[in-house]
């Protein structure tokens, strides 16, 4: 039972003439008696809230910053009328922002044998399974001085997806894969290129594709056209380990990979290419295998929503026996990780010419803006010091890269905002070179 601030305005009301005409007990007694009658009556009036009916439909599955509506169906088999307010409750991370939680509350009235469907707007904070916690119904009575309250267990599970920001991205690298395809005027040739036929020449060409026997038997001069190999493996590792829950601009290092990840296989199916995904630290927590086109990226999306940094340190041996056990010969191997001496000198080098003898290996990391600030301030002795730190951080850096490359391996290192263009662009870069 629940009392509202009527009854508390009508008690103070109702003392004021006690006070002044009839105080004492008998007073308080005849004020007060009416008053709980008048709750009790209220009360008895008011719809009960165990019987109601519920059911749930919706969505179940929305892009991180976008809205998720779902649905609530309140049935009243009651013979009265309900009167008051549903709390269709949702974890604080169901929303954005504070003020925005504001939608889980509907004030509803229901006449007897009657439904109503209430509507509760989501917008996720972050990644994952979104469980719906409790529904609270407060019924009031006709006069309302008193309620009804209880709770129900309503299930519903609204899972976030990768919001995908790099997909922006996409058009113009497509653009430049069409280019290395052969399919505009612009035509590229590299040691893993295919040939693909002959067309006319159009002057800009490469005089080097000029197929002379072709030429002979027309009138016209005829030109070789390439394509780079396609059905090629792409395997992208995820190191899920400890370094990946650094927070880089508010958000987790593994956010920027999983976007990252999403670009590479997006623009790598439309190439022709197979992607597969595999998540590990000390076990594999996700891995995405030999999907179509079509799949690629919704199995992605849900093999990703749910991915979080486990704060243990990446078993490097372990991480190269799972990658070389789902790669195949020849595979393009995208390894997401850190660039951090320790983890990279201790952990990654030992285990490095395991993947670089069979396979072309790419390691993607994610840089902090903060440190490039840090490294280009002066004015004050603090921001000395702190510009001498940050590039002794970066001059590290840069260093494990340079001992990356000596070993065959191709490095990307950019921030959150610019790791899913540059990883799109050493793709592309290595399908030019012809070594993809």
């Not at 372990?318 to 990279?344: M, N, R, Y």
């Not at 840090?374 to 590290?396: H, I, K, L, S």
Request: aromatic share 4%; net charge positive.
């Amino acid at each position: 039972m629940t009392l509202t601030g009527r009854t508390a305005l009508l008690a103070a009301i109702g003392a004021l003439p006690v006070g002044l005409l009839a105080p004492g007990r008998p007073g308080i007694l005849a004020v007060e008696g009416i008053l709980v009658l008048a709750i009790l009556c209220d009360l008895a009036l008011a719809a009960p809230v165990r019987k109601l009916h519920f059911t749930r439909n919706g969505d179940t599955s929305v892009r991180l910053g976008d809205s998720a509506d779902v649905h609530l169906v309140l049935t009243n088999p009651s013979g009265r009328r309900l009167r008051g307010w549903v709390r269709d409750a949702w974890p604080p991370s169901s929303w954005q922002a504070p003020e925005q939680q504001g939608a889980a509350r509907h004030r509803v009235s229901i006449a007897p044998g009657e439904r109503r469907r209430v509507v509760t707007r989501l917008i996720p904070a972050r990644r994952g399974d979104h469980g719906a916690v409790r529904v609270t119904v407060r019924s009031y009575g006709p006069l309302g001085l008193a309620a009804r309250q209880g709770s129900h267990h309503v299930p519903w599970t609204v899972r976030a997806l990768p919001s995908f920001e790099s997909r922006r991205h996409l058009p113009s690298r497509l653009a430049r894969l069409r280019e290395l395809d052969g399919r505009t005027s612009v035509l590229s040739r590299g040691q893993g290129t295919e040939f693909d036929g002959l067309r006319e020449y159009v002057p800009g060409d490469d005089v080097r594709s000029i197929d002379w026997r072709a030429t002979a038997r027309q009138s016209a001069v005829a030109v070789r056209t390439w394509r780079p190999e396609r059905d090629r493996q792409i395997l992208v590792v995820l190191d899920t380990g400890r370094t990946s829950a650094g927070r880089v601009g508010g958000f987790p290092r593994l956010d920027a990979s999983l976007d990252a990840t999403l670009l590479l296989a997006a623009l790598a199916s439309r190439a022709g290419d197979r992607v597969d995904l595999l998540a590990y630290d000390r076990r594999v927590r996700a891995r995405v295998r030999r999907q179509n086109t079509a799949d690629l990226l919704p199995a992605l999306m849900e093999a990703l929503s749910t991915l979080e940094p486990e704060l243990v340190e990446t078993d490097a041996r372990g991480l190269a026996g799972a990658a070389l056990q789902q790669a195949a010969p020849g595979a393009l191997i995208v390894l997401l990780t850190t660039l951090d001496a320790a983890p990279v000198e201790e952990a990654l080098l030992p285990v490095l010419p395991l993947l670089t003898r069979r396979h072309t290996v790419l390691v993607a990391a994610v840089a902090d803006p903060r440190v490039e600030e840090m490294e280009r301030a002066r004015g004050t002795v603090d921001a000395v010091y702190e510009a001498a730190a940050a590039g002794q951080t970066q001059a590290q850096r840069r260093r494990t890269a340079e001992q990356l490359r000596r070993r065959g391996v191709t490095v990307v290192d950019a921030p959150p905002a610019r790791l899913a263009p540059a990883l799109a662009d050493a793709y592309l870069a290595l399908k030019a070179a012809g070594r993809l």
